[in-house]
């Protein structure tokens, strides 16, 4: 079974902290994503990478960093938490080519900036 | 550019009736691929269905069938026979459908409840 996995479902940070989300695929997928949700806005994507230490600036990839050292693992940075990053963030992975190749996501992580 | 467009925010639909969730794209790209994903209250996004620009027939996959009408730039999801399980975020993306542009751009979503 495929699956992508968030390292929390729920995180509450300070103004000015560093955050590090974490995101996990089991599946090989060159691809993966972050992207953050906010009611009335949808899906909005933060950073893609395509390959191990690539890395692409999404639509919004203001106050936010990305970091992918192994195929399996894509991060996401925040480096001084402010409130309006308050969201939901998801990761998603796929793989490359035409045709189908849909994005499987993970649970997401509620983040809460204080 | 790519922008999909989900005009109804909240629908209310009563048990076994049939659905259909509105969606429409614009895009300058030649070839491209329509998604609809169901998320649930517990986050996580579940794809459903895809649709090909230039597939000849509307895709289906169980109760789930797409109503694509190139001409109009419309993609909607019909959901036949609804059950409880599918209240939930609907949302409709879309992405160009040459290699290595692989990012999806999602709608705002409807929010489906079924009532019983």
């Known amino acids: 079974d495929v699956k992508v996995t968030q390292s929390s479902r729920y995180l509450v940070k300070r103004t000015g902290e560093k955050v590090f989300l974490e995101c996990v695929q089991d599946m090989d997928h060159e691809n993966m994503f972050w992207y953050r949700q906010d009611p009335g806005l949808g899906l909005r994507l933060i950073y893609f990478?395509?390959?191990?230490?690539?890395?692409e600036k999404g639509d919004i990839p203001e106050g936010y960093s990305v970091s992918r050292e192994k195929k399996e693992r894509f991060s996401l940075i925040l480096e001084s938490a402010s409130t309006n990053q308050t969201s939901m963030y998801l990761c998603?992975?796929?793989?490359?080519?035409?045709?189908?190749?849909?994005?499987?996501f993970g649970p997401g992580t509620r983040l809460t900036v204080t | 550019a790519q922008k999909i467009t989900q005009t109804q925010p909240g629908m209310f639909v009563q048990e076994k009736e049939a659905v259909t969730l509105d969606c429409t794209y614009d895009?300058?790209?030649?070839?491209?691929?329509l998604f609809w994903y169901k998320q649930p209250s517990s986050g996580e996004m579940i794809f459903l269905i895809y649709?090909?620009?230039?597939?000849?027939q509307n895709a289906t996959e169980g109760r789930y069938s797409l109503n694509f009408q190139k001409a109009r730039k419309s993609a909607n999801l019909v959901i036949s026979a609804s059950q409880l399980g599918d209240s939930a975020m609907y949302f409709c993306?879309?992405?160009?459908?040459?290699?290595?542009?692989?990012?999806?751009?999602f709608g705002t979503g409807t929010r489906l409840t079924i009532i019983p």
């Open positions: 990478s395509y390959d191990v230490k690539m890395k």
């Open positions: 993306a879309m992405r160009p459908a040459n290699f290595g542009n692989e990012k999806l751009t």
């Open positions: 649709q090909g620009s230039y597939d000849q």
């Open positions: 895009t300058s790209d030649p070839s491209y691929g």
């Open positions: 998603a992975s796929s793989s490359p080519g035409q045709g189908i190749h849909e994005q499987y």
